[in-house]
């Protein structure tokens, strides 16, 4: 017990000296992703378009581009909209996780991860009670770290850059349409509901980088690997 | 344990690599002719450029892997860099398959508000393969972010090594 209350305050130190950069990254990153959702989301034109002339008479039809239209603009809000709650949730876990001690959630963990281990790697695992008894114990008492967030950040990567890439083909089909097919282009008629689309694409893949970069610092900054290397 | 894990992240990358190889060629070689109202078009891969990006895509993608599974043994000193090179690949893999699924469900469906008509009726071989592509190109990217996933499981579960 007296070793556990020395070492605390060395990591909490440590840790905090480094965490201002990732954490404005984050703040970037959410807004980034947040302002595509909503820009996205609220993209909406209305036209009334002459379709024919009946003798003198035009004939008018009001259309209207709106991002529900295109699975792959809905596909867009959704998952920016999911990766910037999730960015969210990542920078209050960032702030405060050292005010929190989840010492509960840490045995649920636990005990979900061993149950895993135990199914699926049955003959690899040591079954020394010793080891897994230290492992338990580290697991249980640990802080947030940024090394735990990194999971979480590869499938936000993934989300968003689905996501980002399909909304941006889907664009420009609509902007240079597609001969072969004979699909028309439909963005010299709805010229606001594109560059409010481009604007939103723009800030997603701003977004994306910076989650890419995040990554990176969070992987060259691991710090949990102990003696042996365990070499993926 | 460090083994079986080096042994398991192999093997995902040999079914990955397999699986961008199949998208690929099954890709690269979907071709067909439809004559619609005296006019001959051929629906070809390269009539889209989804489909080119999704090819190219692929094809980075598949050399890293060869390259990772070829140069990079274990207990190499650039498996950050390796990791990092994993999750970028991972984000390429997962934005091509999807843009790529994006234009096809258009063909496939069409988009009746943009008067897009759907051009699989006429071409329907053609339809088949960049499905049958689509399919294998979606398997590698699901692999590649298990092995992504368990890399990363490898490395932060603290290691279970014996210290007598």
Known sequence: MALQIEEKPTEYVVERKKDWVVLVLRVVAF???????????????????????????????????????????????????????????????????HKFDYKGLGLAMVAILDMVRIYTFKSFFLSNNQLTNQSTQKMINKQVTIDDLLAPMQVNV????????????????????????????????????????????????????LMLIISSISIIKLVKLKSTHLQP | MAKSKGFFIIFMRLLALGAMVSAIVVMVTSHQSATVLNLTFTAKYTNDPVFKYFVVAEAIAGGYSLLVLIFFSKQSKLWRLIIIMDVVVTAVLISSISAALAIAYVGKKGNSHAGWLPICEQVPKFCEQVTGSLVSGFAAAIIYLILLLSSLHAILTPAIAVDP
């Open chain 1, 31 to 97: 807004l980034a992703t947040a302002s595509a959702t909503l820009v996205m989301a609220l993209n909406k034109q209305t036209r009334t378009l002459v379709v024919a002339t009946i003798g003198t008479t035009p004939i008018k039809a009001t259309l209207t581009a709106k991002f529900q239209h295109t699975p792959a603009f809905v596909f867009f809000v959704v998952a920016n909209g999911m990766v910037s709650l999730h960015n969210l949730l990542m920078i209050a876990v960032n702030l405060f996780a």
């Open chain 1, 158 to 209: 993934g989300m968003v850059s689905g996501g980002v890439n399909a909304a941006v083909f889907m664009a420009e089909l609509g902007k240079n349409g597609n001969d072969h097919a004979r699909w028309n282009k439909i963005c010299d008629k709805f010229e606001s509901f594109c560059n409010h689309g481009a604007g939103a694409l723009i800030a997603s893949f701003i977004g994306l980088a």
